[in-house]
């Protein structure tokens, strides 16, 4: 089933390249600013076996902030993480407001990603009302299948699909493969490289072996497909267009559209009925699966909500909540994706709560020393004009806020009064 509206919810930008090309820059300024304040961050795991990583990453976050004008932050996340490293990573895309992941190998980017509750962490950043961008390999990470363009085209191998992230699922409900480049043409005239160099006879083959109930979308080159969740809108922006395809037929959105998401869903792939529509997970006797994967989400909902009210006594609990879900799952009934996702999502909580933490536990001498240095600046300029009750004033203002002035022959000192 497709979505309509999420009220509240952001934006999936899916670009079939140029993604930093000047033509990009309004398309880039539109959904960032859309997105509001916050950190943004560039991935790297799409190139992240690349020995010019570091530069391929530097040049992606100069044309964010010398073109879009917006500072957008490396994640480091290059090789498959676990532990209280995926932990943070998953924990800074949660808590971003943008996150923008590009051109690199396909199959590379899903050994990083795959598996790692990336596609949870990304749509949880989305339904915040945050801005998700992909192009190239990153976008053909996005759907419920994923083509190796490199091992098909570069390797020849036999055409075949890989497990893809399912994030455009996720977010959408969309059963869709992502075909970025989707009308590239040959430099040279020589050969067939439409759909991502693979070309229409090999992309033929692959459409053959979609799982069942998929299709798939082409992103043309230059061109951006701008999904906005909270509208329920496509939106195609760029010099090509988005081609909706299912067993060979095409339907073609150009630039300028702005219609329903349904609109990429081929009128062919009806709605699931009752009858249909698979099982959940599960015992019937117990609480459905799908419950804890709820839970998860409205507890971290409330949990930044919290943090943003700076009410830690609300937060933490919040997070004791949580645990007692999942200890509850000892019992069996919970699907282990689910139950891995709720895991996920608290150890997140905790580390979020420690940066908190640690901003509070930071000596507050570092953040008051420029103010307070500035005010003693002041009471200098004063007694160098002989205006020692103003000096005084000063001083004993300082003395009421628990900041000692002491005037020494090595100068003036202060320190500040703990309780």
């Known amino acids: 089933m497709v979505a309509t509206k999420h009220a509240g919810w952001g934006r999936l930008v ?7 090309a000047p033509t990009m820059v309004e398309m880039h300024r539109s959904v960032l600013a859309a997105a509001g304040p916050g950190t943004g961050l560039v991935l790297d795991s799409t190139y992240g076996f690349q020995e010019n990583v570091d530069a391929l990453t530097q040049k992606t976050v100069n044309y964010f902030s010398e073109s879009v004008g917006r500072t957008m932050t490396p994640l480091q996340w290059r090789t498959r993480l676990d532990g209280v490293a995926l932990d943070r990573a998953l924990t800074e895309v949660r808590s971003a407001r943008a996150v923008y992941a590009g051109p690199g190998s396909p199959s590379y980017t899903m050994r990083v990603w795959g598996g790692s509750g990336f596609a949870e962490a990304v749509r949880s950043m989305v339904s915040a009302g945050g801005t998700a961008t992909f192009s190239s390999a990153a976008a053909i990470a996005l759907g419920v299948v994923a083509m190796p363009t490199h091992e098909i085209y570069r390797g020849g191998a036999d055409p075949f699909w890989l497990a893809g992230t399912d994030l455009l699922g996720q977010l959408t409900g969309l059963c869709a493969a992502v075909i970025p480049h989707y009308d590239l043409a040959p430099k040279n005239g020589s050969h067939d490289t439409r759909c991502c160099y693979i070309g229409e006879r090999r992309m033929r083959e692959l459409e053959l072996q979609l799982p069942a109930g998929a299709h798939l979308i082409g ?6 497909l701008v999904l906005d969740l909270a509208e329920g809108t496509a939106r195609v922006v760029g010099r ?8 060979n037929n095409a339907e073609v959105l150009p630039a300028g559209t702005v219609a329903p998401l349904s609109a990429l869903c081929p009128a062919v792939h009806a709605a699931p009925t009752a009858e249909t529509e698979a099982p959940a997970r599960g015992s019937a006797d117990h609480q459905a699966p799908a419950a804890l994967r709820t839970a998860a989400d409205a507890a971290y909902a409330a949990f930044v909500a919290a943090l943003a009210d700076r ?14 879900e999942l200890s509850n799952c000892s019992l069996g009934w919970a699907h282990p994706d689910d139950a891995e996702h709720a895991r996920r999502t608290l150890r997140g909580m905790v580390l979020e709560l420690a940066g908190v933490a640690n901003d509070g536990l930071a000596d507050p001498r570092k953040l008051l020393e420029p103010l307070i240095d500035a005010l003693l ?4 300029a004063a007694r160098d004009r002989r205006d020692f009750a103003a000096a005084d004033t000063m001083r004993d203002k300082l003395a009421g806020a628990g900041i000692e002035v002491r005037d020494s022959p090595r100068g003036v000192e202060w320190s500040l009064q703990m309780s």
Do not use: Y
């Open 14 to 20: 899916i670009l079939g390249s140029g993604e930093t």
């Open 240 to 247: 090509g267009g988005v081609t909706v395809r299912v067993d």
């Open 219 to 224: 992103v043309d080159e230059h061109t951006a």
């Open 377 to 380: 600046e002041q009471r200098k």
């Open 311 to 324: 009410d830690a006594d609300a937060a933490g609990p919040i997070a004791l909540r949580l645990e007692e």
